[in-house]
């Protein structure tokens, strides 16, 4: 289990992650710069963002803006992005990687995952990813909202097992079953959406725990998904608030708290069914 903000887990190619990242989904791409660099400024390594948001230029140039202040190197940071459904050929994804390594100004990615399934989508995209990863373009490669069928579909033909699977994912949505086929094929499960996005943030069940250690329902969740050893990326545009989600390791949650949490699962999403979902932007 990590045991500080720059803690990292080790994938399975090897790769080391940090447990605790940034998301920032819905962020204006103007708004961006400041906030990752906020977020690297206060100790985050990882920043997750995707072609689909819009703000891989901004996030660029908050990298480029926190090294500068802080003296940090590249290789210090974890930076993912994703590849949407609306180009999932070979070729449009390598296209894609290039076109996201540009807006981001940098010139390797960490973590570069497929964002949905969609329907028979993915083959040919996971192919044009080993093959990046292969040539040494990318660290590490895997996946998003892939469920059981699709990553056992995958993993039959597939060269390279994904390093990541990021679902949505949090009390009330525990994925048991897909966590357990995760952990038998060493895939990492990560959590978007781990604040069920802003659901869970004056749910009473998690409150009372949280005024027990005098912490708040954001912190207790981010705790819960640490003991369970999952990758956890909150998004926050508040530079007080990513303190705060950091600030989860001067208590712990005991075995019985923890069954509360897992009591919470309803399987219940807030955002689309990767079963269903397949559509294009
Ligand atoms: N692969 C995928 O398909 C996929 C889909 C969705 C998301 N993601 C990734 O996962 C990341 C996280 O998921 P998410 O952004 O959907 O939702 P989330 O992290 O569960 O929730 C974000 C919400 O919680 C609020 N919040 C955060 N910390 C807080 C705190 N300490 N106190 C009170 N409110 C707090 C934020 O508001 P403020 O910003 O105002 O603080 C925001 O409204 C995304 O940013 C993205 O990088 C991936």
Redesign the pocket.
Same mark, same amino acid.
């Given at each position: 289990m990590i045991n500080n903000l720059q803690d990292t887990i080790e994938l399975n190619n090897g790769i080391e992650m940090p447990g605790i990242g940034?998301? !920032?989904?819905?962020?204006e791409n103007d708004a961006t710069v400041e906030i990752v660099k906020n977020a690297i400024e206060v100790g985050y390594r990882s920043i997750? #963002? @995707?072609a689909i948001?819009g703000n891989e230029a901004g996030v660029g140039e908050g990298i480029k803006q926190a090294l500068a202040s802080t003296g940090l190197k590249r290789e210090d940071l974890f930076i993912t992005s994703?590849v949407w459904n609306a180009g999932l050929s070979y070729d449009e994804t390598v296209i894609a990687y290039e076109e996201s390594l540009q807006k981001l100004g940098l010139d390797y990615l960490d973590l570069y995952?497929i964002? +949905?399934p969609g329907k028979n989508k993915y083959a040919e995209s996971w192919r044009a990813l080993e093959d990046l990863y292969t040539a040494g373009k990318i660290k590490a490669i895997g996946v998003?909202?892939f469920n059981i069928s699709h990553l056992q579909d995958l993993i039959n033909t597939a060269s390279v097992v994904p390093v990541i699977n $990021?679902?949505?994912f949090?009390p009330r949505l525990q994925q048991v079953e897909l966590r357990a086929f995760c952990k038998e094929h060493n895939i990492q499960l990560e @959590? +978007? @959406?781990?604040?069920? $996005? =802003?659901g869970l943030?004056e749910d009473p069940t998690i409150a009372k725990i949280a005024e027990k250690y005098g912490k &708040? /329902? &954001?912190?207790v969740i981010l705790r819960w998904d640490i003991q369970n050893g999952v990758v956890t990326?909150?998004? #926050? !545009? &508040?530079k007080e608030?990513?303190v $705060? /989600?950091a600030n989860i390791f001067d208590f712990s949650l005991t075995e019985e708290e923890l069954q509360v949490v897992n009591a919470m699962n309803l399987e219940k999403r !807030? =955002?689309p069914d990767p079963a269903e979902f397949d559509f294009m932007l």
């Open positions: 940034l998301g !920032v989904f819905q962020v997750d #963002t @995707a948001y994703k995952l964002h +949905w998003c909202n $990021q679902v949505e949090h @959590a +978007w @959406a781990p604040l069920m $996005q =802003g943030l &708040s /329902n &954001s912190q990326i909150p998004k #926050t !545009v &508040s608030r990513m $705060q /989600n !807030v =955002g």
